[in-house]
């Protein structure tokens, strides 16, 4: 080995060993105790500090496409602007309704954040960089998710606020409802993969084939499943145009009405960590978790590839929030059961054949057709019923 | 009204049927509500999240307009009608000033008449560009269309101030005129914004038109029928998005319009994608009748110079005044017994005409499309609550 | 019995209590949820990864917010609290008795307890997969059969109900 | 094809995007406290009143006719009239006003005052920074933080200013024409009548033609 590979390899493997080396000087006991405090301390900075930087990137970009600046005024280019929302947010009165349960009141926005920041032990952020390599992480990831539906059930029900109630509710039936599409989107994945766990399935997708990587989205299954799979994402981040729940101009602020200072950022926190963990578990099913995209830019680290592609993604988020009008409530139903459902169930029958078809010219075109066919056929009986269409209009003489 | 309770009667509206399922859930919108459009308010009756019934609660913003306008000088009232619908004050401007002038039988001048069209078509261009901007932020598009809009507005605004020496309360038509004639450069400048407004009119387009969840969202929501918007009196681009040929510029033929070939764009179904519609065809008309107007301005007197400004006393009698509005027909009725101050003086402000009917197009819809349905009547409460 | 163990099944017990004895039928939902959440990580410290998060998606996630929806619905404020009947503590609490002396001799008595050291389960999502689609294939595809028949059955309801509403 | 609604939106906000970092036009936000815009010169706010000259009591234009107090839609100028009187730029004795209060808080800048003031005494500032802590007494102006001078009038309305200017100039000039040709009027008058004086008693005394008062 080279000098400069053994180099990069250090680089990559920089925060693996730093933990090793700070745990050498702890007795064997305490070991396993204080390993498991350090990685849960490096995920909540790191990712903390990222909700920093998204909050801020979000606000630029938005900016910008509005033809503004965005914030600029504190630190240079308006860096510290999140270290300023912070300071004001936990400065600011913390206002309990007085008819709200004040014990549920408070649980809601701790249960959140617990919750969101959980599903972070089992994503690979780099290459032996997983907190947790669980036997069923992929499983174990969705079942955290599942906590968060009970999180915002508590905080619309305790406000005792109508508005919060029918945030509340909007939210607790689109994530649901979305829960579907989005589990057997990524069950494409764990077919192929034949594992539930999150390194297995990102190991088997770090492999070249001259340059290109055998990540699962350069497939037809794995690519519309990686969209099937972001659709259902953005709607269970409440991201617009899905963001029905806080749906500001209906319903306030949806199920977080009544929360105020530092519980409010907490709501903030929580969504956007959300955010980034179904962001990142889409970049560990599809996009190759922390593996490079070619294969001569392996020495790059693996943790900045994990990053590059969630940063990448958020903006897209935002580019999307920049531009689209939020849909109604039955029409998200409508997405959900009648365009979402039928195309996960079908591209689970698409993988199956791929799975068993020979690897070749002709499994190609006969799954590309599987997907992109029904979705056509899909889509346009789906306008069709609704029937919108751009109209003409005439002129009176 | 009537198709209210008629709607009302067959949801059976009683609380909590037989299956004991039904819970009705009363809310007040507003008046603090980010999309009441100012301190509006509406009492929503809601099943789940289907309105059952809908009561406007207005007045929050009442401010005597009418009372104080007959203690106040004709003149005096001026600047009080620029705050009625504080998006559009020239034309409020130009209706009071048009009701004035039937009253006591003033002539205008050729220019002025010119000046009127140009500064009311530009307030027609920024009214429903920055309404649009509203309904897709009602919609939840997160700023991007407002923003744009206000881009738009602002360079409108800077022309009106360098007018009339005020962005909003522009107080700048007087009777028989206006009040000052046009700044050197001010034509080369608002012809410079106009030739560009197209070229926004496009981008508008091609971001909102063909949108699918627009469409989804717009379509067939709040359909307002021919029949009701006729017998509501509802005027303006809403009534035309109903279908109705009604453009007071066009049956009027008030001022000077009769010289600009223009056309009125007719919607056929009366949703909230008409209304949306209607007025983006609106402006492209409007950018017509600019381009002609500021090609034809004659040189000339602004104002008329017989009438006084001070000691302005018109004759006993009475004068209904009216001009197609951005909102629709704002109209103003003016009662003189000779004194300085009318002794009867009445708005009929488009707005709130309008908004009468909100519980009609509401009802049976979901929460929200009550706020893209309110956001597409175009409403400025300053004009409803007066 | 670690400390773990210990934390677990205060916990477990206590959130079940809770569900049973608060007045407020929501807040007793809430309770019902950690007792499910304690179960589940019962179920992870014994080794059974894929049973302990299928408690908790399914338990937690859908159980327990289907409760919720249900109290939603059909309650309201006024009959939130429980009403405070005595003949049915006592009756709840004769059942309760009566079901913790049949389960706790059933499993004193069997061969399970007798061993002091459980050997590990270690069973993997694989060995779980195989034994579903081959040892269990039939009664997994019964109970999917019967699943989508209650699904069906409760669109039809849903449905007679819109019709009667229009 | 569904979607494509979507994807023309995305393409147009990606284009504003990259646009706002190139194109003027398109970024148009003034960063306020270091940039300003251009003044606009038709620009008003609140009213002020011009005095010629140098010291701004000799020079007030104001008379104290009381118009726009009278005219003033929201009735917020109030007018006290002085016993007595002095010369104004015209030479002309008149009264001034003892006090002259504007509140701003009340002021809604209609310029309604500037349009009935016959001595062009009051015009519109174009002074925006008027933030104070001090509700009542910052917002009521009195005549002496009313008074600007003419200079500072021609600066900030520079075509208006220059009109009224030669207006009064015309006006001034007039004025002393007439003043003028009386003179000579009353001079020959004088001259006739020292000259008619002796000749004949019986004749008529005759009134000159104008007088300047």
Known sequence: MTHLALMTQHLDQIFVLTSHWLLSYLPIALQPLCSAILSVAAIIIAFATLFALTTLLERKGLGRMQNRYGPNRVGPCGLFQPLADGVKSLTKEDIVPIRADRAVHFMAPVLLVAASFMGYAVLPIGRNMVMVDMNAGVLFFFAIGSLMELAVFMAGWSSRSKYSLLGAMRAIAQMISYEVPLVLASVVVLMQAGSLSTVAIVNMQATYSGIWPHWFVFTPWGFAGFALFMIAATAESNRSPFDLPEGESEIIAGYYTEYSGFKFALFFLGEYIGMFATSGMAITLFLGGWSAPFSFLTWIPSYFWFFAKLLTIISVFIWIRGTLPRLRMDQLMNLAWQFMLPMTLLNLLTTGIWHFMLPGFLRWIVCSTMVIVPCILLGSGLKYKKKFQIRTYHFSQ | ?386 | MTTSFMILAVLTVAGTAAAMGLRNAVHCVLALALGFAGIAMLYLQLGAQFVGFTQILVYVGAVAILAVFAIMMTHNDKSMALPDSHSAWVAGCIVAVAVFAVLARAIVSSSASAQTQPPQPAATVQQIGNALMHRFVMPLEIMGLLLTAALIGAVVIAMDRREEMK | MVGEGILKGLAETARNFFGSYVSKDRLTTVQYPEQREPQIEATRDFPFLVYDGADWQQGMRCVACQICEKECPPKCIFIEKSKDKKPDAFGKMQIYPATFNIDISVCMSCQICVEVCPFDAIKMDVEYHQSSDDRFGALLLNKQRLSKSNEYYNAIHPTEASAVDAQRAEELAKLEAKAKAAAEVKAAAEAKAAADANPALNASPQQPAGDPQ
């Not at chain 2, 002794?343 to 197009?361: A, F, G, K, M, Q």
Request: aromatic share 8%.
């Open chain 2, 1 to 386: 009204m009537s198709t209210a309770t008629l709607a009302a009667a067959s949801l059976n509206l009683e609380p909590a049927n037989e299956s004991g399922m039904d819970q009705l859930l009363e809310i007040a919108m507003g008046p603090q509500h980010p999309s009441t459009h100012g301190v509006f308010r509406m009492n929503v009756v809601l099943d789940g999240e289907r309105v059952v019934r809908l009561k406007p609660v207005f007045g929050y913003l009442h401010r005597n307009h009418e009372k104080i306008a007959e203690n106040e000088t004709y003149l005096g009232s001026m600047p009080y009608t620029d705050r009625l619908d504080y998006m559009c004050p020239l034309t409020n401007n130009w209706a009071y000033a048009l009701a004035v002038e039937k009253l006591a039988g003033i002539q205008v001048p050729e220019r002025a008449e010119y000046l009127r069209v140009i500064t009311g078509e530009l307030t027609r261009l920024q009214n429903h560009t920055c309404l649009i901007g509203f309904l897709m932020q009602d919609m939840g598009a997160s700023g991007t269309p407002l923003m744009y809009a206000f881009r738009q507005r602002e360079i409108i605004l800077d022309l009106f101030e360098a007018l009339t020496g005020a962005r909003m309360m522009c107080n700048y038509m007087r009777f028989g005129g206006c009040r000052v004639d046009l700044p050197a450069g001010w034509l080369d400048q608002a012809k410079k914004v106009v030739a560009g407004f197209p070229r926004f009119l496009d981008e508008y387009e091609s971001l909102l038109v063909s949108n699918e969840i627009l469409m989804d969202r717009t379509q067939d929501v709040g359909v307002l029928s021919k029949e009701l918007a006729i017998s509501a009196g509802i005027s303006g681009p809403m009534a035309r998005a109903s279908g109705v040929d009604y453009d007071i510029r066009k049956v009027d033929h008030y001022s000077i319009y009769d010289r600009f070939a223009f056309r009125v764009p007719l919607g056929s179904h009366g949703d909230v994608y008409d209304r949306f519609m209607i007025r983006l065809l609106e402006m492209r008309e409007s950018v017509n009748i600019l381009q002609q107007a500021m090609r034809d301005i004659p040189e000339g007197p602004i104002v008329d110079p017989k009438t006084k400004i001070r000691g302005f006393r018109p004759k006993p009698g009475e004068a209904y005044g009216r001009i197609e509005g951005p909102k629709g027909e704002l109209g103003f009725y003016l009662v003189s017994d000779g004194s300085p101050n009318p002794y009867r003086y009445r708005v009929r402000p488009p707005s709130l005409i309008n908004l009468t009917i909100l519980e009609d197009l509401c009802l049976g819809r979901n929460v929200a499309d009550i706020v893209v349905i309110l956001g597409s009547i175009d409403i400025v409460m300053g004009e409803v609550d007066r």
